[in-house]
């Protein structure tokens, strides 16, 4: 049987962490990997996964050691086994939802979801392989993608590299990037997604 | 390159973000909507600690596992590529509601979906890499 402490640990973090966790947790996630010599941020992936697949043939952009940077393909394998332990063993008592307020619940009835008894499910439904046949669905995954990893290699960073890695180190230029994804996302919030969502 | 300590950490981001729902779509558009403090709480009390950290990591001339001083390589500051290509990252997150790194972890908790979103990621990434020395900098 599965002793009485380690079913109390499960409990424990199964429950929806609070803010203070998380930026606890990603600090010392950040601080690991400056302790091994490396440096957060997850979109880098993007460049090794195209060199890795023959693109430094066609643009020196992808010209480089990408081997020397295995490491970071390995975090990025770490973060799919996280969530499938999170979503299958650490599940919260109260459901797959998302703890949004109330005030979030309201403006997204207005922008058309349905929610049962009010409770808003961790991810949309448009997050399926159905939903590609939709233009919203695509519009969602496909363009959602492309704007992620030519936006990310742009600016030489996304949220991990910038806002995290990047602000901690008081760089000016990930100051800069971190007001650029604002902007973008609330041009996105408030001009594009009434034309999508109606 | 010691493989299983990456995964581990890897993992620990995973869970982090999952538990934290850092990866939900709906904590997104509620970040973008000012109707929560949660998001901005994950991401300041983040750097406010990964300040104090740089900071005593710099001061205390810190080695890494490998024996070095821990360097932390300055940005360049030239400003046009932080806010354009920054911009068209912010349309990407608050569009899809994943940044790079919850779209892997969403791929993991069953969301497989996410295979054409990574497909996708790097056939921009690709675009930026055919078009960087057109673009301003």
Not at chain 1, 93 to 106: L, M
Not at chain 1, 112 to 139: D, H, I, Q
């Amino acid at each position: 049987m599965v002793p009485d402490f380690l079913i109390q640990i499960k409990d424990f973090i199964s429950q929806p962490w609070p803010w203070y966790v998380g930026g606890l947790m990603i600090v010392a996630i950040m601080f690991l990997l400056l302790y091994f010599g490396k440096e957060f941020g997850i979109s880098a992936n993007f460049r090794t996964m195209c060199a890795a697949d023959g693109a430094g043939d066609m643009a020196d952009f992808f010209k480089f050691d990408w081997q020397s940077q295995g490491w970071n393909l390995l975090v990025a394998l770490g973060a799919v086994f996280g969530g499938y332990l999170a979503a299958n063993y650490f599940a919260s008592p109260d459901g797959n939802i998302a703890h949004v307020s109330d005030a979030t619940i309201e403006s997204l009835k207005g922008l058309g979801f349905n929610f049962e008894n009010g409770e808003v499910p961790l991810v949309p439904e448009f997050y399926s392989w159905e939903a590609l046949f939709t233009l919203k669905g695509l519009l969602v995954i496909v363009g959602g993608g492309f704007l992620v990893g030519f936006g990310a290699r742009y600016a030489g960073g996304c949220t991990s590299g910038h806002a995290i890695s990047g602000m901690s180190a008081l760089q000016l230029g990930s100051l800069y990037a971190v007001i650029g994804f604002f902007a973008g996302g609330l041009f996105m919030t408030y001009i594009l997604f009434p034309l999508i969502f109606n | 390159m010691r493989m299983s300590r990456y995964i581990m950490i890897g993992i620990l981001f995973g869970i982090t973000m999952y538990k934290t729902e850092a990866v939900s779509w709906f904590r997104i558009y509620e970040m973008f909507h000012f109707q929560s403090f949660h998001m901005y709480g994950i991401i300041f009390s983040a750097i406010a600690l990964g300040v104090v950290v740089v900071q005593w990591i710099k001061r205390k001339h810190l080695k890494s596992s490998e024996g070095q001083e821990i360097k932390i390589n300055d940005k360049d500051k030239h400003w046009p590529r932080y806010i354009f290509g920054g911009f068209i990252f912010g349309l990407g997150w608050a569009l899809a509601g994943v940044c790079p790194g919850p779209m892997f972890v969403l791929m993991g908790s069953g969301y497989t979906v996410f295979i054409v979103f990574l497909l996708s990621a790097m056939t921009g990434t690709f675009v930026y890499g055919l078009l960087r020395k057109k673009l301003p900098h």
